[in-house]
């Protein structure tokens, strides 16, 4: 993603909901300053789930197939929108986030982000 276009900051909240489901909350300040905040709670067995206020995708499924390992699947009005596989760093530090999805001209690609890890974060839900 060229700089120009990359958000200013992205930040991922994972918690624990019960019952083997995560909430996930989404929080981008895109570059151009606007803000979006979005929501989901899903089972971590690969069953979909809806999503709140995103642009990107309102379907979710997770499972999570190794320790510190979360596959994430969305989908956006039935089309696969992305997969992004995140693995965590062995000291509890950074996240790697592996996206592919098919890129506007029809053919696949992929990126990676890396994000440091904040603690005690809370979800907002709206």
Same mark, same amino acid.
């Given at each position: =993603?060229?700089? &120009?276009?990359? /958000?200013? #900051?992205?930040? $991922?909240?994972?918690?624990? &909901?019960?019952?083997?489901?995560?909430?996930?909350? %989404?929080? $981008?300040?895109?570059?151009?300053?606007?803000? !979006?905040? &979005?929501? #989901?709670?899903?089972?971590?067995?690969?069953?979909?789930?809806? $999503?709140?206020? #995103?642009?990107?995708?309102?379907?979710?499924?997770?499972?999570?197939?190794? /320790?510190?390992?979360?596959? =994430?699947?969305? %989908?956006? !009005?039935?089309?696969?929108?992305?997969?992004?596989?995140?693995?965590?760093?062995?000291?509890? *530090?950074?996240?790697?986030?592996?996206?592919?999805?098919?890129?506007?001209?029809?053919? /696949?690609?992929?990126?990676?982000?890396?994000?440091? *890890?904040?603690?005690?974060? %809370?979800?907002?839900?709206?």
């Amino acid at each position: =993603m060229p700089p &120009a276009a990359r /958000p200013r #900051s992205v930040t $991922i909240t994972f918690s624990d &909901a019960g019952k083997g489901k995560w909430t996930t909350c %989404v929080d $981008i300040l895109d570059a151009g300053g606007a803000a !979006s905040h &979005a929501v #989901s709670t899903a089972g971590l067995d690969g069953t979909s789930a809806p $999503i709140q206020d #995103s642009t990107e995708a309102d379907t979710v499924a997770l499972e999570l197939p190794a /320790p510190d390992v979360l596959v =994430m699947d969305l %989908v956006k !009005s039935g089309i696969p929108a992305s997969t992004r596989v995140y693995t965590v760093a062995a000291d509890g *530090r950074t996240l790697t986030e592996t996206v592919a999805h098919v890129g506007g001209d029809g053919r /696949p690609t992929m990126r990676t982000n890396h994000f440091v *890890r904040l603690r005690s974060l %809370v979800c907002r839900a709206r």
